[in-house]
């Protein structure tokens, strides 16, 4: 154990969701043994492969027989195989004295659920492991009856950096605590006996309620916190007449969902960028890739543990005395393939990491009389006493106060009270308290029910499937229903928290099994992604969204009873899908092929709008933010960004979907000072301040879009492009124009007769080419500095002008490129993909009028949209279909004038008289340039009467040729059917 002992990593694929198989995604992902390969399927990068301990086969390969996925093939991993492998050594590790850990990683919605707590009969790794362990006990303490094994149960959120105890009765965060012996610790986390995996779902359930509650009043999502199980396995075991403590620490982690990084491979600054989404998802990489280097024998590596309330708690199963397990989950979906990727880089780091574990065990008499001991000298310190800083810090922290140290004393005192007094009250006595607390919740979720098998109700919807059905509201027959805030006079009968919920927001009455709703005015309520007012019936399978992140669905027993006795069925519906109803997105049937990221984006953000524009109007902020679509570099695809506009200024700011849920996670920490009352929000510094842009930053004017399939026949190009920006409005005109060149730079031309038929007769050829942007024309005068920006093909660095102020600036720009040799990879990228040039400039701030005091409520409602989120669609095509059309009416002309000099051969041999055509005359001007076609005539005529004598010719009649068929572009490639050979 001196070396430590690696991370074992297992990473395990899940079969296609629903919305996957909507979307016709494509399977990226394949397995042998315990390597993982992954294929980018849409981008053509080389197949990439991760090899770990375990690379579970989840896709396919199995059968569902009485509820429990069974393997039809060896290659396929069912839960059982899941937990040989990875919960037995669990299991048996914490029952010899090892503090263990399990990680959960992967991106919402990979399945990191069903591996760690599974569903029905297939049951996960920690259901496994406590039922074992429950087993085991009972087994044991038969054989010992002098024994006593005792589990304790604590479950902790961490969320925007604050600890949350999930079984406390209030909404407080925790402080993280340090001492020399123990290490990090949550101080006053509560840590409930259990008696068995019954009470442990029960107290998992609880929790997991008080987390449902809580993230709709923090404006959470799950994917945005970390949640923490902790049990604690004690064994007091009498052995040669002492009594001894064994202890071991399970930590069951289920990590916050992993962010899509950029589909443009972004790296540095926005890599950075994105990092800062979550800071402690953030700071445990950083944690991880400093473990690996000193695992790798790297000499004095500091480890970041302090950076994040995560690495902190976590400091343990990473660095020290634990053995620790990972599972990443993966999505086999080609549309997921970035943040899959991201998985298995992560876990690949992980693997690397070495802990060192040692089993936990003393006389229980040593351990109390060495509390009781600590807590006397804490004692002293306090009164007044030589304090020893040691005790509560590490050797590489720095210097902290006075202030810090005596908290920590303090906190360090009440930790060892409570465990002294643990540790003293009998086990029994312990465990009939925690069962009398929990009775009275069993009886009430009893009761809840039995009323949702009669009684109509609504119940919540959330993006984790584990959070949903937690939160019920219940529509006795005849009775009135107010809805709305806390704090109304008289109260509402339905207490809501969350973004604009009125004070009196709408009113859900039940008469003879119907529910009839009354909308308050000014009231957000949308039902099936409608907004509504007034009065209207609810309908069983109704979602129901009311303000800005409650969204329900509403079941009625009798009703959807009696649906189904006329042979009625209702469709499930997910928080996914009444999101994208309310965003006018439709299935991912009606979707075009490259569009399902985009749809997937949209339907992601269009909530967090909703959010941020509620948070900015509450704190009266004069910004709005709005999805808009862009084509994005390199590629004939759009992809989702997000405008913000400011009312103070009149400027717009474009945020990439990385930048804006950064900046979203601020607006959440913000926000929560407002409600809560704290006014620090008020005085951050404009440069801190999320709802705050520079106004020195340089913005997108516009795009153009231009193919350069013309290159791969060597034809140049000359247009004049519609400057668009994101809302599809014209911003101006660019001149842009490229040449193909010779290698000393000169532009080939006509004269040179050069063409090429078929683009990949280029390949393993050097070509070259000159691009000019000369001018732009009708630039708005509110921009200035204005300068174009690009990058070509493999670039990762843009390629810029000279920055101009007119609005008619003059660029004058040239930048000569090439590819020697030319690649298939380039042959694509100008047949398949498009350069995008993008004219930037910084906005002249137009100040809002003297005088207008509107809120930001009221600007907003100025130019209400019944739509949540208005998306604005910019179309990439438009403008490449002028630039096509160019190409392939030059190619056309050149095949055209081919076919007239044919005809002018078959001429030349009605004139003398011959009934036949030389193949090899045919192909000199077919393949051959336009001289060459002159020459070929000229020689069919000197020819002819040798031919006649000679016999040599195959025989071509006269008639060959008699229409001049259309020619036909498909895939790039021109067909004509213009010359037939008999």
Same mark, same amino acid.
């Given at each position: 154990?001196?070396?430590?002992?690696?991370?074992?990593?297992?990473?395990?694929?899940?079969?296609?969701?629903?919305?996957?198989?909507?979307?016709?995604?494509?399977?990226?992902?394949?397995?042998?043994?315990?390597?993982?390969?992954?294929?980018?399927?849409?981008?053509?990068?080389?197949?990439?492969?991760?090899?770990?301990?375990?690379?579970?086969?989840?896709?396919?390969?199995?059968?569902?027989?009485?509820?429990?996925?069974?393997?039809?093939?060896?290659?396929?991993?069912?839960?059982?195989?899941?937990?040989?492998?990875?919960?037995?050594?669990?299991?048996?590790?914490?029952?010899?004295?090892?503090?263990?850990?399990?990680?959960?990683?992967?991106?919402?919605?990979?399945?990191?659920?069903?591996?760690?707590?599974?569903?029905?009969?297939?049951?996960?790794?920690?259901?496994?492991?406590?039922?074992?362990?429950?087993?085991?006990?009972?087994?044991?303490?038969?054989?010992?009856?002098?024994?006593?094994?005792?589990?304790?149960?604590?479950?902790?959120?961490?969320?925007?950096?604050?600890?949350?105890?999930?079984?406390?009765?209030?909404?407080?965060?925790?402080?993280?605590?340090?001492?020399?012996?123990?290490?990090?610790?949550?101080?006053?986390?509560?840590?409930?006996?259990?008696?068995?995996?019954?009470?442990?779902?029960?107290?998992?359930?609880?929790?997991? *309620?008080?987390?449902?509650?809580?993230? @709709?009043? +923090?404006? !959470?999502?799950? =994917?945005? %916190?970390?949640?923490?199980? &902790?049990? #604690?396995?004690?064994?007091?075991?009498?052995?040669?007449?002492?009594?001894?403590?064994?202890?071991?620490?399970?930590?069951?982690?289920?990590?916050?969902?992993?962010?899509?990084?950029?589909?443009?491979?972004?790296?540095?600054?926005?890599?950075?960028?994105?990092?800062?989404?979550?800071?402690?998802?953030?700071?445990?990489?950083?944690?991880?890739?400093?473990?690996?280097?000193?695992?790798?024998?790297?000499?004095?590596?500091?480890?970041?543990?302090?950076?994040?309330?995560?690495?902190?708690?976590?400091?343990? *199963?990473?660095?020290?005395?634990?053995? @620790?397990? +990972?599972? !990443?989950?993966? =999505?086999? %979906?080609?549309?997921?393939? &970035?943040? #899959?990727?991201?998985?298995?880089?992560?876990?690949?780091?992980?693997?690397?990491?070495?802990?060192?574990?040692?089993?936990?065990?003393?006389?229980?008499?040593?351990?109390?009389?060495?509390?009781?001991?600590?807590?006397?000298?804490?004692?002293?310190?306090?009164?007044?006493?030589?304090?020893?800083?040691?005790?509560?810090?590490?050797?590489?922290?720095?210097?902290?106060?006075?202030?810090?140290?005596?908290?920590?004393?303090?906190?360090?005192?009440?930790?060892?009270?409570?465990?002294?007094?643990?540790?003293?009250?009998?086990?029994?006595?312990?465990?009939?308290?925690?069962?009398?607390?929990?009775?009275?919740?069993?009886?009430?979720?009893?009761?809840?029910?039995?009323?949702?098998?009669?009684?109509?109700?609504?119940?919540?919807?959330?993006?984790?499937?584990?959070?949903?059905?937690?939160?019920?509201?219940?529509?006795?027959?005849?009775?009135?229903?107010?809805?709305?805030?806390?704090?109304?006079?008289?109260?509402?009968?339905?207490?809501?928290?969350?973004?604009?919920?009125?004070?009196?927001?709408?009113?859900?009455?039940?008469?003879?099994?119907?529910?009839?709703?009354?909308?308050?005015?000014?009231?957000?309520?949308?039902?099936?992604?409608?907004?509504?007012?007034?009065?209207?019936?609810?309908?069983?399978?109704?979602?129901?969204?009311?303000?800005?992140?409650?969204?329900?669905?509403?079941?009625?027993?009798?009703?959807?009873?009696?649906?189904?006795?006329?042979?009625?069925?209702?469709?499930?519906?997910?928080?996914?899908?009444?999101?994208?109803?309310?965003?006018?997105?439709?299935?991912?049937?009606?979707?075009?092929?490259?569009?399902?990221?985009?749809?997937?984006?949209?339907?992601?953000?269009?909530?967090?709008?909703?959010?941020?524009?509620?948070?900015?109007?509450?704190?009266?902020?004069?910004?709005?933010?709005?999805?808009?679509?862009?084509?994005?570099?390199?590629?004939?695809?759009?992809?989702?960004?997000?405008?913000?506009?400011?009312?103070?200024?009149?400027?717009?700011?474009?945020?990439?979907?990385?930048?804006?849920?950064?900046?979203?996670?601020?607006?959440?920490?913000?926000?929560?000072?407002?409600?809560?009352?704290?006014?620090?929000?008020?005085?951050?510094?404009?440069?801190?301040?999320?709802?705050?842009?520079?106004?020195?930053?340089?913005?997108?004017?516009?795009?153009?879009?231009?193919?350069?399939?013309?290159?791969?026949?060597?034809?140049?190009?000359?247009?004049?492009?519609?400057?668009?920006?994101?809302?599809?409005?014209?911003?101006?005109?660019?001149?842009?124009?490229?040449?193909?060149?010779?290698?000393?730079?000169?532009?080939?031309?006509?004269?040179?007769?050069?063409?090429?038929?078929?683009?990949?007769?280029?390949?393993?050829?050097?070509?070259?080419?000159?691009?000019?942007?000369?001018?732009?024309?009708?630039?708005?005068?509110?921009?200035?500095?204005?300068?174009?920006?690009?990058?070509?093909?493999?670039?990762?660095?843009?390629?810029?002008?000279?920055?101009?102020?007119?609005?008619?600036?003059?660029?004058?720009?040239?930048?000569?490129?090439?590819?020697?040799?030319?690649?298939?990879?380039?042959?694509?990228?100008?047949?398949?993909?498009?350069?995008?040039?993008?004219?930037?400039?910084?906005?002249?701030?137009?100040?809002?009028?003297?005088?207008?005091?509107?809120?930001?409520?009221?600007?907003?409602?100025?130019?209400?949209?019944?739509?949540?989120?208005?998306?604005?669609?910019?179309?990439?095509?438009?403008?490449?279909?002028?630039?096509?059309?160019?190409?392939?009416?030059?190619?056309?002309?050149?095949?055209?004038?081919?076919?007239?000099?044919?005809?002018?051969?078959?001429?030349?041999?009605?004139?003398?008289?011959?009934?036949?055509?030389?193949?090899?005359?045919?192909?000199?001007?077919?393949?051959?340039?336009?001289?060459?076609?002159?020459?070929?005539?000229?020689?069919?005529?000197?020819?002819?009467?040798?031919?006649?004598?000679?016999?040599?010719?195959?025989?071509?009649?006269?008639?060959?040729?008699?229409?001049?068929?259309?020619?036909?572009?498909?895939?790039?490639?021109?067909?004509?059917?213009?010359?037939?050979?008999?």
């Amino acid at each position: 154990m001196a070396e430590g002992e690696s991370v074992k990593v297992a990473v395990r694929v899940r079969p296609f969701n629903s919305r996957e198989k909507q979307m016709n995604a494509k399977l990226c992902i394949r397995m042998e043994g315990a390597t993982t390969y992954i294929n980018d399927l849409e981008g053509g990068d080389e197949e990439k492969f991760f090899t770990f301990d375990y690379s579970y086969w989840s896709y396919d390969g199995f059968d569902d027989i009485d509820g429990y996925l069974t393997p039809s093939n060896d290659h396929y991993a069912d839960q059982k195989k899941v937990f040989d492998d990875v919960g037995v050594g669990i299991r048996d590790n914490s029952w010899n004295g090892f503090n263990c850990s399990l990680f959960a990683y992967g991106q919402t919605g990979s399945g990191k659920s069903y591996s760690i707590i599974g569903y029905g009969k297939n049951k996960g790794v920690v259901p496994l492991y406590c039922e074992d362990l429950f087993v085991k006990m009972a087994e044991l303490q038969q054989e010992n009856p002098d024994n006593q094994y005792q589990v304790q149960f604590a479950m902790l959120e961490i969320y925007n950096e604050s600890v949350f105890d999930l079984l406390a009765g209030n909404r407080k965060a925790l402080k993280i605590r340090q001492s020399k012996q123990r290490g990090f610790f949550v101080q006053g986390l509560k840590k409930t006996p259990v008696g068995s995996y019954k009470e442990i779902e029960d107290r998992m359930a609880e929790g997991t *309620a008080n987390r449902t509650v809580a993230a @709709t009043k +923090m404006n !959470a999502t799950s =994917s945005r %916190a970390h949640t923490v199980v &902790e049990l #604690t396995l004690t064994q007091k075991i009498k052995t040669g007449g002492a009594n001894m403590t064994k202890t071991s620490v399970v930590n069951l982690v289920d990590l916050a969902g992993s962010e899509r990084a950029a589909s443009t491979g972004a790296t540095g600054a926005t890599l950075k960028q994105g990092a800062a989404i979550n800071k402690s998802l953030s700071a445990l990489g950083n944690v991880i890739a400093a473990l690996a280097s000193a695992s790798e024998g790297k000499k004095k590596v500091i480890v970041p543990f302090r950076d994040s309330s995560l690495t902190m708690i976590l400091k343990n *199963a990473l660095g020290g005395n634990s053995k @620790t397990v +990972m599972i !990443a989950a993966l =999505s086999p %979906a080609s549309v997921n393939y &970035e943040e #899959t990727l991201s998985t298995l880089r992560f876990a690949d780091r992980a693997k690397q990491i070495k802990t060192k574990a040692t089993v936990n065990e003393s006389p229980t008499d040593k351990l109390i009389r060495e509390l009781k001991e600590e807590n006397d000298k804490l004692k002293k310190m306090l009164e007044g006493g030589v304090i020893d800083k040691s005790m509560v810090k590490d050797d590489d922290e720095d210097d902290i106060s006075d202030e810090e140290v005596q908290a920590r004393l303090q906190a360090l005192m009440e930790e060892n009270n409570a465990e002294k007094a643990s540790m003293e009250q009998e086990w029994k006595e312990k465990l009939e308290e925690a069962q009398k607390a929990i009775e009275a919740l069993k009886a009430e979720q009893s009761r809840k029910q039995e009323m949702m098998k009669t009684t109509p109700h609504i119940m919540n919807l959330n993006d984790d499937e584990q959070l949903c059905g937690m939160i019920v509201f219940f529509f006795e027959d005849g009775s009135e229903n107010k809805v709305g805030t806390k704090g109304a006079e008289p109260p509402n009968d339905i207490e809501l928290s969350g973004l604009e919920i009125e004070t009196s927001h709408c009113t859900i009455s039940h008469s003879d099994g119907k529910l009839l709703m009354v909308v308050a005015e000014e009231a957000k309520v949308y039902v099936n992604g409608e907004y509504v007012s007034g009065k209207l019936e609810l309908m069983h399978g109704d979602r129901l969204l009311l303000g800005t992140n409650n969204m329900f669905t509403v079941v009625n027993p009798g009703e959807k009873e009696t649906a189904e006795k006329a042979g009625i069925t209702y469709h499930k519906f997910t928080y996914h899908d009444a999101m994208a109803e309310i965003q006018n997105l439709g299935s991912g049937d009606d979707a075009q092929k490259g569009e399902e990221l985009l749809q997937q984006d949209i339907a992601e953000l269009g909530p967090m709008i909703g959010e941020v524009n509620a948070m900015s109007c509450a704190m009266d902020k004069k910004v709005k933010f709005d999805i808009v679509v862009m084509p994005e570099e390199g590629k004939r695809r759009r992809t989702a960004m997000v405008s913000m506009f400011s009312y103070l200024t009149s400027c717009s700011y474009l945020l990439s979907r990385e930048e804006f849920i950064s900046r979203k996670y601020k607006m959440e920490e913000m926000y929560q000072q407002f409600v809560e009352g704290d006014e620090t929000w008020k005085s951050v510094p404009s440069s801190e301040d999320p709802f705050v842009e520079d106004e020195n930053k340089e913005t997108t004017i516009g795009t153009v879009s231009i193919s350069l399939k013309s290159l791969g026949y060597l034809f140049e190009q000359e247009q004049t492009l519609t400057i668009t920006n994101y809302q599809g409005a014209q911003k101006g005109e660019l001149r842009v124009e490229y040449y193909p060149t010779k290698e000393d730079g000169s532009i080939i031309t006509e004269e040179d007769d050069i063409f090429v038929d078929d683009p990949d007769t280029l390949v393993g050829q050097p070509l070259r080419f000159s691009l000019k942007i000369p001018y732009a024309r009708g630039v708005p005068k509110r921009f200035e500095n204005v300068y174009c920006r690009y990058r070509y093909f493999l670039d990762t660095e843009y390629t810029t002008t000279g920055q101009v102020t007119g609005q008619n600036p003059e660029f004058n720009f040239t930048q000569n490129h090439s590819c020697v040799p030319v690649t298939d990879q380039f042959i694509d990228y100008l047949e398949k993909q498009s350069l995008v040039i993008e004219v930037m400039g910084t906005q002249i701030p137009v100040p809002v009028k003297p005088g207008d005091q509107r809120t930001t409520k009221q600007l907003m409602a100025s130019n209400f949209s019944v739509n949540q989120t208005p998306v604005a669609l910019m179309d990439p095509e438009k403008q490449m279909i002028m630039s096509e059309l160019e190409s392939t009416k030059r190619r056309a002309k050149k095949q055209q004038n081919k076919l007239i000099k044919v005809q002018e051969l078959i001429d030349a041999a009605k004139n003398e008289q011959s009934e036949t055509i030389s193949v090899a005359d045919l192909q000199r001007i077919l393949e051959s340039n336009a001289d060459s076609m002159g020459i070929a005539v000229a020689v069919f005529k000197m020819n002819v009467n040798k031919a006649k004598k000679e016999g040599h010719l195959f025989k071509t009649t006269a008639q060959a040729i008699t229409t001049n068929e259309e020619v036909k572009e498909h895939a790039g490639q021109t067909k004509s059917k213009a010359c037939t050979i008999l």
